[in-house]
């Protein structure tokens, strides 16, 4: 391509494209944090079946659920998005939002009498919760593949850095609607009768816009190309960057679909295991285990339930702001500094953490210390980590690779998430300094083995990776 060529396409065309397809990302982050809010009331209100002890263990599969749900999603996220194209598996995923929200709201529906809390309704409430982790697994997996494939090269850091915006965007607004529900309430008994369901259901409504918006906008270049439609990838192409630069990046995508028939490992097995342990350390670190244990954290700390809440919000609004930093910074500062720099903050922060537990002072030092690590995290692993999953994959491998370091993602996030009620029990402050150990090792796997891939055209890994 000739880098002289200014961009001529339509700005405004590019952003609403990405706008509509953060709302995925957006969806991510509520579902899997809306559990935050309802995790106590559920315990308590399956707490009181009679023909099942509802434990410590299964409380933690409960609120852990739509986990393996992800790992099925991001599983096949390479399938759907190979055969269905980027476009239509996000379609997919908002139906499975919808029907989740809608099923979790009422597990009981047609086989379980309503409000009766039993081991049967345990195990159908969890299916509806794994049914939207499908949608989040597939949403995860695709939403930066179909940003970075539809990005300009120059702006692809910061476009599929806003899907990290949105997903934390989406924890902070369910933060809130959490909040609201529960202070809705005449008594913090409804809570374990219907707050918990209005939680639920009310993803329904951005997962039905989303569905509807995705009718709007268009399928992927590289994946048009792929299917053949060589004259609609450039319509796209064109709208997006002018037509002088559209012929030229046309052209570099079919020169590398070309080899599109290429084996998974055929750059080598390094690209993949990168990937992989890219999206395990982004979830070792431990950081699920404090955006959807937020409230019950803080009401360790000593706060009330209502002021956990509040706290909980502003954890929330701490993220947006250090993801933002990111969003500016990924393009310029580039992709292993930030790493590096998070990895750092987030092994002081959980260092404190544990020596604050082990020593019995849990009080606002904690809070301040939780928002440290929560802040490293989100201006470096939390938005880089997709970044890079998004892009570091030549063309040829990416559904599937992108694919097998989703899965491995949402593996590691069920692992730590579900059993931190375990670990808790065991010991605060040393589960505090097993994430901080896990931070060092990712900061290190960075220097070590991650490559930079600032400024590079999703075209240019091919070459990247056959050095």
């Known amino acids: 391509m000739n880098r002289s060529v200014k961009r001529e396409g339509n700005r405004l065309y590019l952003f609403s494209i990405v706008l509509v397809a953060v709302i995925g990302g957006l969806l991510f982050g509520y579902d899997t944090a809306v559990i935050s809010g309802a995790e106590q009331a559920l315990e308590k209100f399956f707490s009181g079946a009679a023909d099942?002890?509802?434990?410590?263990?299964?409380?933690?599969?409960?609120?852990?659920?739509?986990?393996?749900?992800?790992?099925?999603?991001?599983?096949?996220?390479?399938?759907?998005?190979?055969?269905?194209?980027?476009?239509?598996?996000?379609?997919?995923a908002a139906v499975l939002f919808f029907l989740s929200a809608l099923g979790s709201y009422r597990p009981e529906f047609l086989f379980f009498e309503y409000g009766k809390p039993s081991f049967g309704l345990l195990i159908a409430f969890n299916l509806y919760r794994i049914l939207g982790g499908v949608g989040v697994g597939l949403a995860s997996a695709v939403c930066p593949m179909y940003i970075a494939e539809i990005a300009p090269a120059d702006m692809r850091g910061r476009l599929v850095s806003c899907n990290q915006f949105?997903?934390?965007?989406?924890?902070?607004?369910?933060?809130?609607?959490?909040?609201?529900?529960?202070?809705?309430?005449?008594?913090?008994?409804?809570?374990?009768?219907?707050?918990?369901?209005?939680?639920?259901?009310?993803?329904?409504?951005?997962?039905?816009?989303?569905?509807?918006l995705l009718l709007m906008v268009p399928k992927t270049p590289r994946f048009l190309v792929l299917s053949g439609h060589d004259d609609k990838a450039y319509e796209v192409l064109r709208r997006i960057n002018g037509p002088r630069l559209a012929t030229d990046i046309l052209g570099e995508i079919k020169a590398t679909i070309q080899e599109k028939k290429e084996k998974l490992f055929a750059y080598g097995v390094p690209v993949v295991i990168i990937g992989v342990l890219l999206s395990f350390f982004q979830q070792a670190v431990g950081i699920n285990v404090v955006l959807y244990y937020a409230p019950r954290i803080f009401e360790n700390m000593g706060a009330g339930s209502d002021a956990a809440m509040v706290q909980t919000v502003v954890m929330g609004i701490v993220n947006i702001v250090f993801t933002l930093l990111a969003i500016f910074t990924v393009d310029k500062v580039g992709r292993k500094p930030l790493l590096i720099i998070g990895s750092f903050g987030m092994m002081i922060g959980m260092i404190a953490l544990g020596v604050l537990s082990f020593a019995n002072l849990i009080g606002i030092g904690a809070l301040v210390f939780i928002i440290i690590y929560t802040a490293s995290f989100m201006m470096s692993w939390g938005p880089i980590c997709w970044v890079l999953i998004s892009e570091i994959f030549p063309n040829t491998i990416r559904s599937q690779a992108v694919a097998i370091a989703v899965a491995a993602q949402w593996?590691?996030?069920?692992?730590?998430?579900?059993?931190?009620?375990?670990l808790s029990q065991w010991s605060v402050g040393g589960t505090y300094i097993?994430?901080?150990?896990?931070?060092?090792?990712?900061?290190?796997?960075?220097?070590?083995?991650?490559p930079e891939t600032k400024g590079k055209k999703l075209e240019d890994m091919s070459a990247l990776w056959k050095k």
């Open 52 to 92: 099942f002890e509802y434990t410590k263990w299964w409380h933690g599969v409960t609120a852990s659920s739509a986990l393996i749900g992800c790992v099925i999603g991001g599983a096949l996220s390479g399938l759907l998005s190979s055969r269905l194209g980027r476009r239509n598996s996000l379609i997919v």
């Open 411 to 422: 593996i590691s996030n069920f692992l730590v998430s579900s059993t931190f009620p375990s």
């Open 166 to 212: 949105a997903i934390i965007f989406g924890m902070l607004v369910v933060y809130f609607v959490n909040y609201m529900i529960r202070n809705g309430l005449p008594a913090d008994e409804m809570m374990v009768t219907v707050g918990w369901r209005r939680m639920f259901v009310s993803e329904a409504f951005p997962a039905g816009l989303f569905g509807l």
């Open 434 to 450: 097993i994430y901080a150990i896990f931070s060092l090792l990712s900061a290190l796997f960075v220097i070590f083995w991650v």
